[in-house]
């Protein structure tokens, strides 16, 4: 099969992991790329792919040097990647008021220059055979703000300026650019809220309900998908009907 190796950072993580269950199921084979991990995190994650074809490389996506060897790395072992989905992300939620530049420039590091240093890496593969899908996991909250989050929005809102900016770039060589805008989804990310806070966020969510992992990866699989070719620039909203736009 042609154009299979998807990487997918933050892969061990909560949608990580469930992407990577996802793509491996749709056919591809997958390199989860996360921070280094310990022996049981690793373990678990690994426990949870089963049988499906999925490795696991460390790598810090904040620091181009690093993603410089983690795609070394992959290529050199497994040949071009055709899918990235970038998902590496963080919180340090605090008011502007409060913020420390540590807490800015952390967010804009593993939110928004991930997105460049792998993008930039491996777009040259794409183009070169044809055919590419790069999914960046944005966030409700690049679309809406949020108290305490203006690193974080500002981070991701600008994932959907270089998606719809790259998209146009390489569109004509049979590479799309797409990001994904997940509302609240149930992971170690939101699972730090408040129980009555989240009882209240969970209430406002038309479907009734937090969204799970495999609602992200759904939507992750169809945009890495052969049939979404004349699909690209989009941001597609995944939250439950949370913040409706057009
Ligand atoms: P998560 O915390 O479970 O996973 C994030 C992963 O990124 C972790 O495994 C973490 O180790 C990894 N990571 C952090 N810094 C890294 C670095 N420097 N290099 C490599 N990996 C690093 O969170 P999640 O909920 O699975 O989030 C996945 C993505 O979806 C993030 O980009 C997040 O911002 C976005 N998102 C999540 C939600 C939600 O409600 N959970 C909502 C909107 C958007």
């Known amino acids: 099969m042609t154009h299979r190796l998807a990487l997918v950072t933050g892969g061990i993580g909560g949608i990580g992991t469930a992407a990577c269950r996802r793509l491996a ?18 373990r678990i994650f690994m426990d949870e792919m089963n049988w ?13 040097d690093s993603c410089v060897g983690l795609v070394e790395r992959i290529q050199s072992k497994h040949g071009t990647i055709s899918v990235l989905v970038n998902g590496a992300g963080i919180t340090r939620d605090v008011s502007l008021r409060k913020m420390s530049l540590d807490q ?54 600008g994932m959907h300026g270089f998606t719809m900016a790259l998209a146009r ?20 990310m939101t ?12 209430s406002s969510i038309p ?22 070719g004349y699909l690209t620039g989009i941001n597609l909203p995944v939250n439950g009907g949370l913040f409706m736009s057009f």
């Not at 499906?52 to 181009?64: K, R, T, Y």
């Not at 770039?169 to 170690?188: F, L, Q, R």
């Not at 699972?191 to 969970?202: D, F, G, K, S, Y």
Request: charged fraction near 15%.
């Open 191 to 202: 699972a730090a809220i408040p129980a009555e806070l989240r009882t209240q966020m969970v």
């Open 25 to 42: 199921r749709d056919g591809f084979k997958v390199i989860a790329s996360d921070l280094p991990a310990s022996e049981d995190r690793l």
């Open 52 to 64: 499906l074809d999925v490795g696991f490389e460390p790598a810090d996506v904040s620091n181009m």
């Open 104 to 157: 800015w420039q952390q967010v804009m590091q593993v939110n928004l220059d991930s997105v460049f240093n792998l993008s930039r890496l491996v777009v040259e593969g794409m183009c070169a055979q044809g055919h590419g899908r790069i999914v960046n996991l944005s966030s409700i909250i690049g679309q809406t703000g949020a108290f305490g989050q203006s690193n974080y929005a500002a981070a991701k809102a």
């Open 169 to 188: 770039e390489v569109a004509a060589k049979g590479v799309t650019v797409n990001s994904i805008s997940p509302g609240y989804i149930d992971t170690a």
């Open 207 to 228: 479907v009734g309900r937090i969204g799970l992992p495999e609602d992200v990866a759904n939507a992750i699989s169809f945009l890495c998908s052969e049939q979404c």
